[in-house]
């Protein structure tokens, strides 16, 4: 089945830091999705990216899809203590009646 | 606050026992799937539901069940329980069944075996 790891498992950086996860497939993928998880709370979704190479920013967050569509990245600018939390990247496999598969996650701390 | 529900919030029960966890999607949304979240783990894929018809399966015990009924509600129905099944169970809807588009997540109902 289709493998996905996500580095780091863990980061702490101090406020204003930069933060950067990375999203590996072993597969292809059609798109691949990004949600974060704070501390005793549910997923919710930040984006969803589809093309190769894409580029998503939302504020200080950016979002990348590789070229190659197996691999993506997000990257927090000036991390604040409200980016606190674990992201997941997710993605469905590409044919019908595929697992959801959300990668392990990354667990971000911002020391203030 | 996603729009998705779920009953009940807490549960605590004995080894042995079969529960019954509720969902209720967003509003318009055919699609829901159940995740299940051990203490400090990633979310494990379990089930997804599509209109009433099962869509796709992920590792689920065979100790556990699911269906969606035609108001699109969901029940997920844990049986024989054991120990190592204390963890938190997330829901979450779409509007479709397509890997497209977003999930929404309830708030979970953390399930707790003694």
């Known amino acids: 089945g289709q493998q996905v790891m996500q580095i780091p498992q863990y980061q702490h950086v101090q406020e204003g830091e930069d933060f950067t996860t990375y999203c590996n497939s072993s597969?292809?993928?059609?798109?691949i999705q990004w949600y974060k998880q704070r501390p005793g709370g549910h997923p919710v979704f930040l984006i969803q990216?589809?093309?190769?190479?894409e580029v998503k920013k939302q504020k200080r967050l950016t979002f990348q899809f590789g070229e190659a569509k197996k691999n993506s990245s997000l990257h927090i600018t000036a991390t604040q203590t409200t980016d606190v939390g674990t992201y997941f990247c997710a993605f469905q496999g590409n044919n019908y009646g595929q697992n959801f598969v959300f990668g392990p996650g990354t667990r971000l701390s911002v020391l203030p | 606050d996603s729009g998705v529900t779920q009953t009940p919030k807490h549960l605590i029960t004995a080894t042995g026992q079969r529960v019954t966890l509720r969902c209720s999607p967003r509003?318009?949304?055919?699609?829901v799937y159940w995740y299940q979240q051990s203490l400090d783990q990633g979310l494990q894929f379990l089930i997804q539901y599509y209109n009433g018809e099962e869509r796709a399966k992920g590792n689920i015990l065979e100790r556990f069940s699911a269906q969606q009924f035609p108001d699109l509600h969901s029940e997920l129905n844990l049986s024989s329980l054991e120990l190592g099944d204390s963890a938190l169970y997330f829901c979450?809807?779409?509007?479709?069944?397509?890997?497209?588009?977003?999930?929404?997540f309830g708030p979970g109902t953390r399930l707790t075996v003694t």
């Open positions: 509003s318009g949304d055919l699609s």
């Open positions: 597969t292809t993928l059609s798109n």
């Open positions: 979450a809807s779409s509007p479709s069944g397509e890997a497209r588009h977003e999930q929404y």
């Open positions: 990216l589809v093309k190769s190479g």
